[in-house]
């Protein structure tokens, strides 16, 4: 059961208990030529709880991305629900990668489903915000039970800025605008941290958007893919940091989950725990950098 | 096994054979003041089958909104691979209302989730386009496996024009971007039918909006949510028809899933077939004045 204590400060308090603003994903890729699926001698739940175990010292949540999971059908399910529940068990917040959102009563379905008590339940999910406020507003409700939101707004990939970067009449950008609007509604869930409940997605491949978004979501906590596999640097990951170093999580996910391929002695959970060790050092300099320069 | 045919096609084929354009969207309500969720004596999964199969001979198609599904955990996905499985016993189109949409390897994940032939594989999802071309290609290049595309483009949703309405410097609204980018992505794709395996999802509760969507794409079958409980009529749905009536495809849920709590008399399959009927005749005979006025 979780507690109705605010999502941002139980997030706060994990980052300062591990001393990491790193986060695991548990993307467990498709087998093709680049991502090699699940190891031999592993099975699907086997190996993702594996990675969680090893790298629950050194991150602070860890975010399991559904894609990966639905793509297996019933039994990728059951290895998120075994995921969900590793981590339950070592204290790991859990936020549910989904990217969903929906009309007003789709939406609470989806809250259920993933900020409910079932069986994919976690503490937090990120959120599509192009249907407007009532499509978010469902997630937002489950703030009073203390789960948090991640709203996208200015994502990691290539061609993110093809409608997110179109300006109105005013030189607005659609993201700015949408992280105006996360502001807003932040701003009635701000925790004992000075943080909210609801925070965004930022990717770590943009430093220029991070800092502008800092700017117009003081109090989010900004979720930041891209560190990584994806390309940015810890610095380039932390360029939405506010000054005191706080109310960034950043996210890594293959460079941790398939570690082992390139240490042939290692298994898969001693490799990602290396690596994740490897991620929290990178991430605490670039912080310790910022600090003294701020 | 879905053959490669043109996805536009076999809906177009199905539209024919049925003499219908309406589209039934499987979506079991949570339980709640307004939705009664299951009925009593039923699973869930033999609620949602009992009413596909008794609405089959009227509809095209078919709708799952996999929230109401993943709001129930593992039963609940379950019970949504048996709604396929009888579904593709009833030769019906499945579109999975999934408005997935991510960076570009985790599109291809949910485009196998979806689209591919595992558990959850349907004959199309709707797709959500905030993040760019990358997050919408994965899913494209199905197409070529005779599965089609739904690109989110307006919504039925009350708040749906917060985001979608907003106009860069030109005038041009974000959603009618978004459209003339679906033109462009479905020209490959046009059928014999001339309709495109790339579609829209363009809500009916807006029909001036419905009606330049169709200008701006002129191939492009367009699935209508919002008729029905949404409260918009057969015309308003029609708005976006092409002057021979085609190219329109028009979802209900909850008007036929739950007709039963109106006719007490009546089985839930019952109850749903009669008022899928109606809808049919009520769409085909707004379609017959719009051909005599076309």
Redesign the interface.
């Known amino acids: 059961m979780i507690g109705a204590m605010n999502f941002a400060d139980r997030l706060a308090d994990a980052v300062r208990a591990k001393n990491s603003c790193a986060i695991l994903g548990v ?1 467990p ?2 087998d093709s030529a680049k ?1 090699k699926g699940v190891p031999e001698r592993y099975t699907l739940g086997r190996f993702c709880c594996e990675i969680v175990e090893a790298c629950a010292p050194y991150v602070c949540a860890i975010k399991p ?1 559904l ?2 999971y ?6 990728g ?2 290895a998120f ?1 075994e995921v969900i529940r590793t981590a339950r068990k070592l204290g790991l917040i859990v936020i549910a990668d989904a ?12 809250a ?3 900020l ?1 008590d ?3 339940g976690c503490d937090a999910i990120t959120v ?8 978010t507003m469902p997630f937002i409700a489950k703030v009073a039970s203390g789960r948090g939101v991640f709203v ?1 707004v200015r ?10 970067d ?4 005013d ?1 607005v950008a ?1 993201w700015e ?2 992280a105006a ?1 996360v502001h807003g509604w932040g701003s009635d869930y701000i925790g004992e941290s000075g943080l909210s409940a609801i925070g965004a997605v930022v990717g770590a491949t943009y430093p220029n958007h991070a800092r502008r978004a800092r700017v117009l979501m003081r109090n989010a906590i900004i979720l930041v ?1 891209g560190y990584g596999a ?1 390309g940015a640097s810890a610095a380039d990951a932390l360029a939405s940091a506010r000054t005191d170093g706080g109310g960034v999580i950043v996210n890594a996910s293959r460079s941790l989950m398939y570690a082992y391929r390139g240490a042939a002695e290692k298994s898969a959970g001693e490799a990602a725990a290396i690596a994740a060790r490897a991620m929290r050092d990178d991430l605490n300099a670039a912080l310790a950098k910022l600090r003294a320069s701020g």
Request: charged share 25%.
């Open positions: 993307d890729q498709l991502a991305q894609a990966f639905e793509a297996r059908g019933i039994d399910m059951r629900v990217k969903r959102g929906d009309i007003g009563s789709t939406s609470a379905a989806y259920e489903a993933f409910g079932g069986d994919f599509n915000p192009y249907q407007g406020a009532d499509s996208l994502t990691s990939n290539p061609s993110s800025g093809e409608f997110q179109i300006a109105d009449g030189g659609m605008r949408i609007r893919p994806q």
